[in-house]
């Protein structure tokens, strides 16, 4: 089976068949994920994800209320 990947190296998108990594984490338990060496440069790489909505800049938030921590307005 063959996915995409994302070399953050060369920045590039390529497919692979990749290998599962699992792992232990003590705060959310069983983890994993898959991985593949990028065929230009070997570095390991992670699945490719598309830009979605979470993954988007957002501008800056214009919120009623003043910056400073103060409450004084400046900041």
Known sequence: MMDKF???????????????KEWQDPIY???????AKCPVCKTESDEY???GPS?????EINYPFPKCACGSGEG
């Not at 338990?29 to 991985?35: A, D, E, H, Q």
Request: proline share 3%.
């Open 6 to 20: 994302y070399c953050p190296k060369c920045k590039k998108i390529f497919e692979a068949e990749g290998e599962k």
């Open 49 to 51: 994800r598309s830009e």
């Open 29 to 35: 338990g069983y983890c994993f994920k898959r991985t």
């Open 55 to 59: 993954l988007k800049k957002s501008g």
